[in-house]
């Protein structure tokens, strides 16, 4: 089996890649060559370290993989399953609305027509699974208190409604045979390592990761403000059996939103003093950003998830034991 990474050298791409070559996951026993593709350089020693990696070759393909060229380069390996997470994330797609469409529409949609070539070169023999990281930022406001899998889209950001039209594209490429699709609406994902980024969402990392190292951190939101997590750990989980699933069922399925856990800001914040001290609340300074607080805000917090659940796709106990996940991976590092 040939796993393909578009995004590879992002936060959950890294973590995919480390899973996929960890000995012992599922996918590694089929698993023969992993391509990573961003256009930053993976660092194939950071995601190979801690693992066995026995009998996969790795490939890294670096550059915008929006390029023609190197899209029919993708397309041409014929990989068996290509997880896309390549994204221009929620605040930089808002910013600049031009490079959100050109990265994470059109460039999608290119992809999806490579694939479709490939699929009609091999006279319909080539069907790869697509696993299309989403976003519960597909949902827009007014919405009830819990999301129902049947609950109709409404973005309320460019980045929610480029995340839409990709899902309805991956649906409608699979419908017709051209690919075997399938998109996960990731919750927030926390802790996020490394450094803050450009989404909207950054902040529900930094007022953990930043405290725990001992440095001060801004709040844009009202502590009673209220999230749908997950941890790294449970998504790539989620990841890897979504690439797993059986042909019948992502032809029943096409996009599901991943199982998370509702917590307010500020019990994420009780769950910081409980992991590492009361102390630690004191770094964390609240100053509102309304840009921030509008598109965070503009999320539901709470979603039924029960297709996931009868795929077997899992979610995280309690907010402590995230916080706690983090401190054990960083003290590993
Ligand atoms: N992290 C979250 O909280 C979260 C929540 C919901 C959805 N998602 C989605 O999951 C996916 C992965 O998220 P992440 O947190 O790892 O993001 P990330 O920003 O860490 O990784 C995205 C990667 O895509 C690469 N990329 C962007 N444009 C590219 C292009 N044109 N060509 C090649 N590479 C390109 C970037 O270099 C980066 O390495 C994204 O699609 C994101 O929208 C993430």
Redesign the pocket.
């Known amino acids: 089996m040939h796993i393909m990474i ?2 590879g ?5 890294q973590k995919l890649a480390s899973a996929i070559l960890a000995n012992g996951e599922p996918l590694t026993t089929g698993c023969k060559k992993l391509t990573l ?4 350089e993976p660092d194939v020693a950071l995601i190979k370290s801690g693992s066995i990696c026995e009998g996969i070759e790795i490939e890294t393909i670096t ?4 390029d023609g060229l190197r899209l029919s380069q993708i397309a041409s390996e014929r990989p068996d399953v290509i997880y896309h ?5 929620s605040g930089e797609a808002e910013a600049n609305f031009d490079k959100g469409y050109e ?1 994470n529409v059109k ?1 999608s949609w290119g992809l999806l027509e490579a694939l479709r070539a490939e699929h009609e070169a091999s006279l319909g023999g080539y069907c790869p699974r697509v696993v299309f ?4 930022a597909v949902y827009g406001p007014p919405f009830p208190d819990v999301v129902g899998e049947e609950f109709y889209l409404r973005p309320a950001s460019c980045y929610g409604t480029q ?1 839409a039209m990709v899902e309805l594209l991956v649906s409608d490429y699979s419908r017709r045979g051209f690919i075997d699709g399938i998109s996960v609406r ?4 926390v802790v ?1 390592p490394g450094r803050p ?1 450009a ?1 909207a ?1 950054s902040f529900l990392s930094s007022i953990i990761r930043e405290p725990l190292k001992g440095e001060k951190t801004i709040l844009p939101v009202s502590p009673s403000s209220v999230v749908w997590v997950s941890s790294p750990k449970v998504t790539i989980e989620n990841f890897v059996r979504t690439g797993l699933l059986s042909a019948k069922e992502t032809a029943e399925t096409r996009v599901m939103n991943l199982p998370g856990l509702k917590v307010s800001v500020g019990e994420m914040i009780d769950g910081l003093k409980e992991v590492g001290g009361s102390e630690l609340a004191e770094l964390i300074v609240p100053e509102t950003d309304e840009v921030v607080s509008k598109i965070v805000l503009s999320w539901p917090s709470q979603f039924v998830t029960e297709r996931a659940v009868q795929l077997g796709l899992i979610g995280d106990v309690d907010f402590v034991s995230i916080v706690r996940q983090h401190v054990e991976e960083t003290s590993a590092q």
């Open positions: 578009i995004g050298a992002g936060m959950l791409g593709v961003d256009i930053v550059g915008d993989f929006s997470l390549a994204a221009v994330v990265a460039a990281s989403s976003s519960l995340k990731l919750p927030t994902i996020r980024n989404a969402s």
